[in-house]
Each structure stands twice: as C-alpha cells, then as structure tokens.
C-alpha cells in the first residue's frame, strides 16, 4: 500500500521518482507505458492500447502487466482499469500476417467473428485478396503496411509474423578505436535489433547518429538514410566514414545537387518529395536497390508523401531516429505505426545526469513593449500580431546585452524572421545563415564557427536540426515557429553537446510580455518543462542593469 | 371445463361426508395452530390488510385471484413445479399420486428428499390444503396453472380423455373404443372411464403402442412434451388417423387435435416435467482473490464513488439541469453530465439516481424547475468519507428506484429519463439484498460466477420476473404477467429480475460493496439483518436496523479508505500533484486556483494565468497565493509559477469597471488608448471620458468578457470605487426529503401486529362459528334467515361449488322482503347468479339485498 505509482481513472501513471521503488517500478511499466511527462518530481506515464499492444508483441502478457501495477500502485488499482487492460490485450494477437507458401502474404484468425468483423470494413476490403478457408484472407503485399495500419484504427491489430527480407549483403563495422558506443546507444541499437523495426527517441547531441552506425553495423546490408537537409547528409556522411568501416567511395549522397546511388545511400527528404507533373520521381529510388535497412533521421519530420510510401515498405527493416516524437499535427500514431513501435526512449535529464549532455540553464527573458508599440500591437492584424511582437526592437538591446555578458563564447541567435535576424547581424556584426544562403557558403560559416574564427552566428530555422555545432554553449532565440514544442527542443539541442570542459550551456529565449509572443512561448517550453528543464524568467530590466 | 367442475363437485361431496377431514379451506386453518396462522400471514402479507373477521373470511381473501397470482409468484421453481403437478392430478390428489407425477416411473431420491419441504411450504401458504391423501390445490390457482386451449399448461399436459370427450357425440366414443380393443358399452361415462384406464394402464398401452407405426410415434413425439395441440387437415395421413381412431389424438375443433394428458403421460414415463428441478441451483465461484485484495480493491472503488458524486454535485453547484415538464433529465443533459463525469450516459444515470436516492439532490421546486444539490448534500459534505459512503450504500439497497432502466423505454415507448418518473420496480430492493446474500454464501474473498447466481435467482422466483416485466403502476398488465410467464417462449428474452440482478452486480462493483466481483467486508456488515425489515423502509424498526448496518459497515470501511493528504507537489511545468485523496479545504482552495487535469487516486493541478486570474477574482492576493503554496507544498515552490502568480496579479485589476454606468477607468491612459484603438473594442461601445476613464455601452459582465477576449484583466468595481470579490454562492434546493421506496404490496408485519392479528380473526371465528346455527331456526319459522354478510358469502360460494340449493332472504329495490330457494353457478363481483327455484328461471341478485342465507335439509330440494 505505499508503493511509489499512482494508477489514474484516466489511465495515466504517476510515478514518485524520489520514491525508493521508483527505479524497479520504472522498469516494470516501462514495456506497456507511454512516458509522457518528466518533470522533477512525479513522471506520468500513459497507458495507452498502442502500447498493451507493443507490450504483447515483445512477448509480455496482460498478467503481467496487472501485476505491474498492483504491486506497485499507492492505492488500489481501478477494477475497471484492470478490465479494460485485459480485454485491450487480448484484442492483440487475434489476426496474424504470415507467409503462405503458395498464396503469399496472408492474414489469419483465430477467431473467426473478428476476421468477419474487419472482412465488412470498407476500409479493409480493398486491401485483401480471395478468401483460401474460413480462417484465411489472401493480402495483397504491397498493401502490408496499409493493413496493419489499417487494422490498428479498427482495434485488432494484426501479429506481423512475415519478417524482413535482408536485402543486398554489404559489410559494415563500427570502427571503435579509441571510442566506444556508450551503454544506452548499445540499448537502442539492440532494443532496435530485436523488434526488428522501430523508434529510438534520444535526446538531441545524445549521440542518434551512432545509433544509427550501430544499426547498420547489425544489419550488415544497404542502407538507405533518410535526412531533413544537405548539410545533414553530409554530416552522416563524415560521421559513418569516422566511426564505421565505411569508406567515402561506399557512401552516396541523394541530394538536390548529386544523384549518386551507393550502397550506402543518404537522401533528403526535400528531394524524396520534390513533385514533378504530378508525380514524385525520386520515390523510386527506395525500389532501386534491395535495401536492407532504412533510416529515418528525425523521424518526427516525416512527410506525408514519404508516409505513404514508406506503408508499402513494411518487409524491410525500418529505423526512425528522433529526440522528440511530438508532431504539432497529431500524427505520432501514424509514425509508430508505418515505422515501428518506440524501441528505446530515454528522459533527457536521464542522459545529462549520466553525463553525456551538457546541463542546460534556460531562461526566458521578458521585454516589455513600448508604449508606442503597445498601441500598434493592439491595432495589428491578427496574422501579423506575433510577427510584430517577436520582432520588437527591445529584443534586439537584450540580444546584444546577453552577447556582451557571454563575451568570447560561441554564441549562436536564433530566429525565425529574416528582416530581424539580418538586423541582428548588423548590429551585432555577426554573419547570418538564412535560406538563401548557400549549401556551400553554410558549411564555410559553420566550420568557421566550430573552429572559433567567428563567436556569434546569427540562424534562421534552417539551422533548427541536425547541424552538429558542438562547441556552442549559448543560444539566444528571438522569434520561432509559433508554439512548436518540438522546435524549441531542437534549438535547445544545439547547445546540448557536452562541452569539452564540462561547461554549462545556457538557453535564452527572448519573449515579448504581455503579447501572444509569451504564450506561445509557454506551449512551446512544455515539451522541455515536461523533460524536467524548469525555465527562470528575468525581467529584460534586470538583465540590462547587471 | 365442464366435466372437470363435475369431478370436483363429486369430490367435494365425498369429502363432505368423510366428516373428520376439513371439508374447506376455512376449516383447515381453523385447525392450524395460532403459529400457522402467523407463517401464512407472514408469507402473504397481502392478507392482512385490512385484518381479516375471521378465519372464514381469511380462506376467502387467499382464494382470491390477486392474492394467488402474487403467492405463485414468490414461490421457488420447485414448489411451483409441485404446484402445477397438483393443478394436472385428480382434485384431491394423495401424496403418492403427486409424488409420482414428479419423479416419474422411475423415481429420484432428490425429489423424493424435497417433495415433503415444497407441500409444507404449499400448504403453510395456503395454495394446498387437505391431509397427504387428499391433497388440494386451491380453486384459483388451480385455474391459474391448469392447462386450457388459450393459455398452455407449463407442464405442456393437454386436458384429460374425460375433459376432451366431453363434447363428443357417443357414437364416436363408440367408434374409440371399438378400435382401441375395448369391449363395447352404450353408457359414455363408462366408456371415458374405461378408455382413461387403458390409457393409464402402462402394460396395455404398452402393447397397444407397439402396433403403431413409426410416423404415427413421431407424431406423438411431436405432441409429447407440449405444446399438445397440432393441426390436421380435414382427411389427415393414414398415421394422424390411426392415432384418432384410438383416442390417442382427440379433436378439439374441426382442424386441431389435442394429445390427452393421460397418454402424454404415460409417453413421459408419467412425469409431469421435462426437467424437475428439486434443487437450488449452487452459487459457482468464478475465482478466489485474498480478502484483502478484495477489501482493498472495493475501498478503492469506495472512494472512486465518493469522488464522482462530488464531481456531479460540484458541477450542479451553481444550479443544475432543468427538469422536464413530463419530469426526469432531458437526454442532453444527461450526455452533458456523462462528459463531465468521463463515463458513459448508463453510468451517469447510475450516479445521479444515486445520489436523488440519498436525498443529496432533488429539484427545486421553483416556477422554472431545475435540479440542485439539497442541504443535506452540505451536511453529508462535512462526513468523514466512510460515512459518507454509507449514506449512499444504504439508501441504495432499500431504494425502488432503477437506474438500469434509464434511457430505454415504457410501455407507452417513450424514454424513461433518468430522475424521472416510472422508473420504481418493486422487485429491485428484494433482488439486490438476494444477490448480495447470496454473494455472501461464498467464501471471502470468492468472486461468484454470475452465469450461476442468475440461475439460483431465477430458480428462486421463476414466476416473478416476466410478472414483474411492465411497471407496477400499470396493473391490467401486472395481473395479465402469469398468464404469459406460462408461455415458454417468454423466457429466452430478459425478463426483469434477470436484469435487476445483472444492475445489482456491476453497482455494487462501482459502489465498492463488492471488489473483483467478490463480497467486501463493509458489505457483509452492511448485510447483517434479515430481508424483510430491509425491504421495508417504512416500517421504523427496519430502517433503524439498517441505518444501524450501515454505521457498522463504514466503521468497518473507513481504515481502508486512502489517508487524506495535506500537501501537493509543485512541478517546474505548472502543475501541482496532491499524492492522494486532499484534505477538504486544501482541495476546494487549490481547485480555484488552478485547474484539474487527472483524477483518481492522486490529483493533477495545471496552473494557468486563467486559473490564477480566477484566484485572484475570489478576493486572494498574490500574497496569499504565495503563501498558500509554501505552506502546502513538499518542494519548494519553482520560479515560474510564482512568476506566473505575480505576472497575473500584476495585471489583476489593472483596469476597473464600474457596475453602475459601466465605465472603465485605468490611471495609465495608454491603456484606454489601446483599448479604443483596439477594433475588437468595437462591440463594447466604448468613449473615452477623461484621459483615464471610459464608459461602455454594455453591461459590466459583457464589457468584462469583451475585455478579458482582448487579453487584459479588468476588475469590477463598486460603486464606492472597490474591487468587487466574485466569489461562486453555492445553489440549493429547499430541504427535501429522500424519496421513500415504492415496495411491492404491503409491508411484512412484524411479530406484534402479527400476533394480534391472529388473535383478532380467531376472536371474530369465534364469534361467527358461535351464531352459525341460529339461521337454521328462523328457517324452520318462515322468517327471513339473517346472517353476516361474510357468512352469506362463504355459504353461497360453497353452495356455487357444491352445486346445492340455499334458502336466501332477499329485499327487492322497493323494499319488498322475499324467500326465495335458490341454486347459485356464479358469485363474482358482489352479485350471486343462480337457478331460482321460486321463479323457475336463472336469476341475478346483488349480495347487499341478501338477508341471509342457510342452507336447506336435504329433503327440501
């Protein structure tokens, strides 16, 4: 009766982290519970049936997962809960994809009102082929994703028991001289391995692209790499030359600019998507080798038009990479469902604690409008309200304050509004990275950067993701995607690299008071206040004084 | 019917001249002790109100219909079965006779060990009189159970060969016989009889049976077991034929036969049912859970119930919804209330039946009619929770009324709205205390598997659900309900008591008396008293036994209960966690200040500047905020949420408005600047009168809106220039009282009324059996016999039976007296028809104009 979880009506677990049991009882919800929230003291987990279902696919049962709870609940565990976990689970497991030897891909029942339940859905029937016995549906297979996603919305998700074809052979090895791959990327790489497809979430500078690398290593075949741009790709690229056996001439880039197909292939996903006379050409280029395994970096961008094809991929070994799987449209089902399951996921202080990112200090600065600009901000349009608060000139005195208080620290100013951020470059005579700036004249800045030959960077969001900057230690944001969580987290991960002399890297984000500015600040800080980074706020005023 | 009415006349005859065997039902109570005459009031209830005259009276009123019906339905399947065994033997039937008819020829030593129990509880309700050799089955319910064309038998028997002739010409009887093997005779009552001992005789039937063809026995097998009537076509197959030409098929009409109850007897092996069922069936258990698990799991749900009905209280704080003309909840609002509660609309009625039942919310009687909590709510507020819990457990079990019923339909096919009206069943009090007791039959800890408990209870009342199916408060149906409970086909659909028990399991599953579908301790402590009182709230020692019960169930409940906390965890992302059940005051406080995210066990906060905002307008300070948190919280409190308290009371009543003129006023006029340059402001209508006040075309509360849409956060003001404090009244009824259960007839009588009652009709038997002789005197004077209007009641119905001549004494409408000797058929309401042998015609009287009655000497007919 007092143990350290508190089982809701609502289905979510709150868990006392402080509490002594707390490690055993994360262990033990771990396989069935969704974690959602991370903040200091009590985490909350969220039962949901997606994640029964994952739970009965790596082999727990609904015993199990009763015990779990009422071994460590506080209280007693809602009977009715207890019911619905039953039933939820028992759901899974009823229809099975397998391999026929004549007939192909099949979909079979052991409970013959469930196969005629979904047979009359009108959703299902384009999907499947003749009917072989009571008990059996031919399906067609290139429709195995679309139906597993398919009966998943039904309710009865279908046991995937066809498994992978394993593509060309290639050979891959990590080259571990002198480095290693730390305890929680061999977790993912093997929680990966053994679901054989899925989520790893990590946080950002926590090391996913040797998760990656570790992955490959394990599949030992092509590989086709998904990613969000051209400096990205060329960033895996140095990065699987450095630490895999992988040599530049077995490493294709698939880009706007180059169009080489090698056995290990790196794409962006703008070029996957670029559509040409109602078509995508490039699309193809997941049929032009016998791929082993794909990787999806930043899994939580997926396009649409990359969703779709990405169901008729479900024989192939799929890997989706991300530090935060929220996705402002809702689609996060739609990710685990085509991609896999969440394999690994670890709470981002979990990570700094163990020391492997850098702690972070993030600070929300508050300006206040002028009066003047108080007055226009109450007459703008409602479109162009935030626009005119986050860029109020008041942020640009607190940018240059902060600039000159982490003077000879490399500073990156983050922004969303071209006509600000060239402002900012202007005073505070910094060069900036904006769209129109060159793939080549980006990587030039950059290196110059990490090098230390320039302190300040002014970016637009095209520096959001996957731009390894890891010397950074300070980031200044002035203006963002509106309330995007998962922006926010990115941005905070610029600065999360673990600094050489084990620095502190410090977040800065610049809001206008009083304004929609601040709230959308406040849904952006959510994702990261629930991963337990808890924001100071300080008065612009004070800031300027000391 | 005919010659079966002839039968009993003999019989009854016969019995007149045995002497020391009571001739009439009033005779065998007569010589039943005083403790008989107790059992049979206490099982029929109905009986004693109002108190019988005397003993004469009494054996009438149980041989009423109403009475009957309601005594067949509180039997056991196997006393019924016992009954309708007795409604197909001769009348009187001996003890072996019934015996036989039960276990067939075989016989079964389970029947045998239960028959004597079941004619003792016949006979102790007054459905059975007479010694073990003469056993009789009371007249009505006789009727009630025996087999006629328009209501089939449940035993599927077929009237007798006797009954079935009784129409025939006997010429074809003739035939019959001649067929069958019979040697000839021209008397047709010998002729039934013999044919009725063919019939009976298992041997000859036997071999006359293994000359009909196979057609010809799966025709009988068709008609064996009911029911017993087939159609033919006028020239029938050769099969149907050879069954007619024996009598083993006699035809009723010109194109249906009916198979006599004496061959489908003896194709039975002479048993009267299919499937007899002398025992109860046993209560399973589904599984066995430690009692503590299951104690702990019911407290859980205990306190999950307390949680929601203050959910639904709370959120009817400010009045609730209005209550419709025809009465009850319309549907929207019980959808509205179902999302409120995060359940679903079955489930929200349960709950709002609930607590209407414990008297914690009723409508307010104003011209426009709504629901809202009643005072009581407040005082059961200030319980402890295990108090609380009993409060609504108790009232709960006693209540009438069924939230199962919500949101189907009534007769009439309208929806029946939850707290509307129609929703009483008297049975519903009687089925939840059964289900609980017999939960309590098991093991602790054993959870019952329900398939079993539905079968005891339907064994245990197999009459009363389908009788009980349409409301009470429509009688013509209520009484019609045996007749169609006879009808197999009724019993494949639900009948009520089916569904009660099935309501009964999952409320008290969500009521906590039972945890994982096994009884809780509370429960059983809950339980400790008998039906009866339960039953009947009215009665005043019952209620105080129960209320006594439920103290000691709570008593029990409350170290089971979560421990209420007094502090809440502060987060960095603006919430509050209260790690258990909160403290009242603590609670309601944090609930103002900010707003509720998850519920159960524990209690998620978000703070939100809306939450804080609605802080600050109920007259707390930031200060106070602040110091509030620090005091209740574990941790310390985190930078943005003090931030956010102090971002918000900043802005808190920054901007004033005033209630009279509806004015705004802010000293910084750049604020009233951006206000009217605001087009958003537009609707408002406001003009700016002096650099730091403005006046507003609208009302406060929508100027208030308007404002707090533009995202400032004005203050109302006094007119005295304060701050006026909203802070939410809370919205009662006028005291009210619980409604009262609704049971079925009249309340058990306990053993002082019972005792006296027995003493008075025994005091007024007395009486009557002392004046009984002296009618014969005046009879033999020529005056006008004068005796009790009971009296004259009693001797023309047994004359009615007897078929004998009375002597009556009549009074005409002009007030002419008259004698007059007459022989009564009928006696029904309050009118005897009979063959007056005066007039020489059949003739009407009302009973009022009877003087008296006596009987005639045998020579005077």
Not at chain 1, 219 to 237: D, Y
Not at chain 2, 789 to 803: I, M, P, S
Request: net charge negative; hydrophobic share 40%; with cysteine.
């Amino acid at each position: 009766m007092n143990g350290p979880l508190i089982v809701q009506s609502d289905k979510t677990l709150l868990l006392e982290v402080d509490h002594e049991l707390a490690e055993a009882c994360r262990r033990a919800i771990a396989p069935f519970a969704e974690l959602e929230r991370a903040p200091e003291h009590i985490h909350t987990y969220r039962v949901t049936p997606l994640g029964l279902w994952n739970a009965r696919a790596a082999g727990h049962d609904a015993e199990q997962v009763v015990d779990a709870l009422v071994e460590y609940s506080r209280y007693p565990v809602p009977h009715a809960l207890l019911v619905d976990i039953a039933e939820t689970m028992a759901r899974y497991g009823r229809l099975t994809l397998s391999k026929h030897p004549t007939h192909g891909l099949v979909l079979t029942t052991t409970d013959r009102p469930v196969l005629e339940e979904i047979l009359r859905s009108r959703k299902v029937q384009p999907l499947v082929g003749e009917r072989i016995d009571p008990d059996t549906v031919v399906v067609h297979p290139s429709e195995r994703g679309q139906i597993k996603q398919t009966l998943l919305k039904l309710g009865w998700p279908a046991e995937d028991l066809a498994g992978y074809v394993d593509g060309e052979a290639h050979r891959i090895d990590l080259a571990e001289d002198g480095w290693s791959l730390r305890p929680y990327q061999k977790q993912a790489v093997d929680g990966f391995w053994h679901g054989g497809s899925g989520v790893v979430v990590l946080p950002c500078g926590a090391g996913k692209t040797l998760v990656g690398a570790g992955a490959m290593a394990q599949a030992k075949a092509t590989t086709l790499i998904l990613v969000t741009n051209t400096v990205s790709a060329r960033q895996w690229k140095h990065e699987l030359v450095k630490r895999t056996s992988l040599t530049e001439d077995e490493i294709g880039e698939y880009s706007g600019t180059r169009k080489e197909i090698r056995p290990v292939t790196i794409a962006t996903y703008q070029v996957l998507t670029t559509k040409r006379k109602g078509i995508y050409p490039h699309l193809e280029l997941f049929d032009s080798r016998d791929w082993g395994l794909i990787v999806y970096d930043e899994v939580h961008l997926l396009p649409a038009p990359v969703f779709k094809f990405t169901a008729d991929l479900q024989a192939r070994r799929r890997l989706g990479l991300t530090a935060t799987l929220v996705r402002e449209d809702g689609r996060e089902s739609d990710v685990f469902s085509l991609i896999g399951p969440k394999r690994f996921d670890a709470p981002w202080k979990e990570i700094e604690a163990q020391g492997y990112i850098a702690p972070a200090d993030c600070v929300e600065v508050r300006v206040n409008l002028t009066d003047s600009e108080r007055l226009a901000y109450a007459t703008a349009e409602a479109e162009e309200k935030y626009r005119f608060c986050a860029t109020t000139a008041t942020k640009r005195k607190v940018t240059e304050a902060l600039v000159k208080k982490f003077a000879g620290q490399q500073i990156l100013v983050i922004g969303q509004y071209i006509d600000q951020l060239d402002e900012l470059g202007e005073h505070l005579d910094a060069p900036v990275i904006k769209g129109e700036t060159s793939n080549k004249e980006r990587e030039r800045l950059f290196d110059a950067f990490r090098n230390g030959e320039i302190n300040v960077l002014v970016v637009s969001k095209v520096a959001n993701f996957s731009i390894d900057l890891p010397e950074a230690t300070v980031a200044i944001q002035v203006s963002g995607t509106f309330g995007s969580r998962q922006e926010e987290a990115q941005r905070l991960g610029r600065v999360l690299r673990p600094k050489a002399d084990g620095h502190q890297a410090h977040f800065y984000s610049v809001v206008a008071r009083d304004t929609i500015d601040q709230d959308f600040a406040a849904h952006r800080q959510r994702f990261l206040a629930e991963q337990g980074y808890a924001y100071r706020i300080v008065d612009a005023d004070e800031l300027m004084e000391s | 019917m005919g010659i079966g009415e002839l039968d009993r006349e003999a019989h009854v005859a016969e019995a007149t001249s045995a002497g020391a065997a009571p001739r009439t039902l009033a005779e065998a109570l007569r010589a039943r002790g005083d403790e008989g005459l107790a059992a049979l009031l206490r099982a029929r209830p109905d009986l004693l109100s109002p108190v019988p005259n005397d003993l004469t009276q009494l054996a009438t009123r149980a041989g009423t219909r109403g009475s009957v019906v309601r005594a067949l339905e509180r039997l056991d399947r196997f006393a019924l079965q016992t009954a309708e065994a007795l409604a197909v033997a001769p009348d009187p039937a001996p003890y072996p006779v019934l015996l036989a008819l039960l276990t067939g020829d075989e016989g079964d030593p389970e029947i045998e060990a239960a028959l004597p129990g079941a004619v003792a509880l016949l006979r102790e309700q007054a459905l059975v009189w007479g010694e073990d050799d003469r056993l009789r089955l009371v007249r009505t319910a006789r009727e009630l159970l025996s087999p006629s064309p328009q209501h089939p038998s449940p035993t599927g028997l077929g009237p007798t060969v006797a009954e079935a002739t009784a129409g025939m010409s006997p010429g074809r009887v003739q035939e019959i016989i001649a067929t069958a093997g019979l040697p000839p005779t021209h008397d047709p009552v010998s002729a039934v009889a013999a044919l009725t001992e063919l019939f009976t005789d298992r041997a000859r039937m036997g071999a006359l049976l293994d000359e009909a063809s196979p057609e010809a026995l799966s025709v009988l097998d068709r008609l064996v077991w009911g029911p017993p009537y087939g159609e033919v076509t006028p020239n029938p197959a050769p099969p149907v034929q050879w069954l007619r030409d024996r009598g083993l098929l006699l035809p009723v009409s010109a194109r249906t036969m009916v198979l006599p109850r004496e061959v489908a007897l003896h194709l039975r092996g002479g048993r009267a049912h299919r499937v007899p069922e002398p025992v109860a069936p046993v209560v399973g258990t589904a599984r066995d859970y430690r009692p503590q698990v299951v104690d702990s799991a019911a407290a859980g749900q205990a306190h999950a119930a307390l949680a929601t009905v203050e959910e639904l209280l709370k959120s009817w704080d400010q009045g609730g919804p209005q209550v419709l003309r025809a009465g009850g909840m319309s549907v929207r609002d019980l959808k509205r209330t179902a999302a409120t509660l995060d359940v679903t609309e079955q489930l929200a009625a349960f709950w709002l039946e609930l607590c209407f039942g414990a008297g914690l919310l009723a409508s307010d009687g104003e011209a426009d009619e709504r629901y809202a909590p009643t005072p009581a709510y407040d005082d059961w507020l200030d319980l402890p929770p295990a108090e609380r819990w009993a409060r609504l457990v108790a009232p709960w079990l006693t209540a009438t009324r069924t939230a199962g019923l919500v949101g189907g339909a009534d007769a009439k096919g309208r929806t029946l709205a939850a707290l509307g009206p129609d929703l009483d069943r008297a049975p519903a009090p009687e089925v939840r205390h059964r289900v609980l007791e017999l939960l309590a039959t098991l093991p602790p800890g054993a959870a019952a598997d329900p398939g079993t408990l539905f079968a005891r209870m339907r064994w245990e009342r197999p009459l009363r659900g389908a009788a009980q199916a349409a409301p009470p408060r429509a009688p013509q149906t209520a009484s019609g309900g045996p007749d169609d409970s006879t009808d197999p086909a009724s019993d494949a659909s639900l009948d009520l008591r089916s569904r009660l028990a099935r309501w009964t399991l999952a409320e008290a599953e969500l009521l906590g008396l039972t945890g994982r579908g096994a009884l809780a301790g509370p429960a059983r402590a809950l339980l400790n008293l008998p039906l009866a009182e339960a039953a009947t709230p009215a009665d005043h020692g019952g209620r105080v036994e129960l209320s006594v019960a439920a103290g000691r169930a709570a008593t029990l409940l409350a170290p089971l209960l979560p421990e209420a906390v007094d502090h809440v965890l502060l987060q960095a992302d603006l919430t509050a966690v209260a790690p258990g059940p909160l403290r009242r005051p603590l609670a309601d406080a944090l609930a103002v200040l900010a707003d509720v995210e998850s519920k159960g066990g524990a209690t998620v906060y978000r703070f939100t500047p809306g939450s804080v905002r609605r802080a600050l307008d109920s007259g707390r300070s930031a200060s106070d905020l602040h110091d509030f948190l620090t005091a209740h919280s574990r941790t310390p409190v985190p930078q943005p949420l003090a931030y956010l308290i102090d971002d918000v009371a900043r802005k808190h009543g920054h901007l004033r408005i005033g209630a009279a003129s509806a004015y705004v006023r802010c000293d910084d006029d750049t604020v009233l600047g951006e206000i009217l340059a605001d087009r958003r402001s537009a609707a408002l209508g406001l003009r700016r009168l002096a650099p730091t006040v403005l006046a507003a075309q609208t009302d406060p509360a929508s100027l208030l809106d308007g404002l707090r849409a533009m995202g400032y956060a004005p203050a109302a003001e006094s007119a005295e220039g304060d701050v006026l404090v909203t802070r939410a009244d809370a919205y009662r009824t006028p005291a009210r009282t619980a409604p009262v259960p609704v049971p079925d007839g009249p309340p058990a009588p306990d053993t002082t009324l019972l005792g006296a009652a027995v003493k008075a009709i025994r005091a007024g038997d007395r009486a009557a059996t002392a004046v009984r002789k002296e009618p014969a005197a005046p009879a033999t004077t020529g005056g006008l016999p004068r005796t009790s209007a009971a009296e004259t009641l009693a001797t023309v119905q047994a004359a009615a039976l007897t078929g004998s001549a009375v002597w009556i004494g009549y009074v005409n409408a002009e007030g002419a007296a008259s004698q007059r000797v007459i022989a009564p058929v009928r006696v029904e309401g309050g009118f005897v028809t009979g063959y007056d042998h005066t007039a020489d015609e059949v003739r009407t009287y009302p009973l009022h104009r009877i003087t008296g009655v006596a009987e005639l000497a045998d020579d005077q007919v």
